[in-house]
T-cell receptor, first 113, second 112 residues
Framework: DAMVIQNPRYQVTQFGKPVTLSCSQTLNHNVMYWYQQKSSQAPKLLFHYYDKDFNNEADTPDNFQSRRPNTSFCFLDIRSPGLGDAAMYLC????????????FGPGTRLTVT | DAKTTQPTSMDCAEGRAANLPCNHSTISGNEYVYWYRQIHSQGPQYIIH???NNETNEMASLIITEDRKSSTLILPHATLRDTAVYYC?????????????FGGGTRLMVKP
């Protein structure tokens, strides 16, 4: 029944060591999003894909990149994680740009040591 | 998208109605009011949305004032599982990319 799946749920990486978080969806939705949520804060949008079109938020650091090889999968790459990148990373989908509902995955909690 | 103001936290007794207010005094005519909630260690979950008419679904009711400058989310019979952070968001329906801008939210604690 899982619709938006994120693996792993917990990820530990070392300072400066590249890390990739993955998200998959069974909803066949056109739009996929990545949010960052730091402790006790609200989720903040990093970027989104509409189909294969990538849209970066203006204040998303260059250290964060994303790939969407097909409709079902989307990856978040952090090239050189810093201690400040420790957060929950949430993946979400929506049917299209006009849909009112986003479906969120359970998130991946990233720890940087 | 218009900014929203919500109380930081609220308590509610189990079985009673939880009324969560939201101020959005700068809302534009084409902006909808959305509510999402986030239970601890889970991703946000859509609850309900509306433009100017009151809305009800299986989860909650949304009451929007006539001037649309504020709204109230009502959970009619709160349970312990409704303990969560509730986010009120206003945005234009169908804006490019369907972005959600989350504010501070209200931390609702349902107590036995």
């Amino acid at each position: 029944d899982a619709m938006v799946i994120q693996n792993p749920r917990y990820q530990v990486t070392q300072f400066g060591k590249p890390v990739t978080l993955s998200c998959s969806q069974t909803l066949n939705h056109n739009v996929m999003y990545w949010y960052q949520q730091k402790s006790s804060q609200a989720p903040k949008l990093l970027f989104h894909y509409y189909d294969k079109d990538f849209n970066n938020e203006a204040d998303t650091p260059d250290n964060f990149q994303s790939r969407r090889p097909n409709t079902s999968f989307c990856f978040l790459d952090i090239r050189s994680p810093g201690l400040g990148d420790a957060a929950m990373y949430l993946c979400a989908t929506s049917r299209d740009s006009w849909a009112y509902e986003q479906y969120f995955g359970p998130g991946t909690r990233l720890t940087v040591t | 998208d218009a900014k929203t103001t919500q109380p930081t936290s609220m308590d509610c007794a189990e079985g009673r109605a939880a009324n969560l207010p939201c101020n959005h005094s700068t809302i534009s005519g084409n902006e909808y009011v959305y509510w999402y909630r986030q239970i601890h260690s889970q991703g946000p979950q859509y609850i309900i949305h509306g433009l100017k008419n009151n809305e009800t679904n299986e989860m909650a009711s949304l009451i929007i004032t006539e001037d649309r400058k504020s709204s109230t989310l009502i959970l009619p019979h709160a349970t312990l599982r409704d303990t969560a952070v509730y986010y009120c968001i206003v945005r234009v329906e169908g804006n490019a990319g369907n972005m959600l801008t989350f504010g501070g939210g209200t931390r609702l604690m349902v107590k036995p």
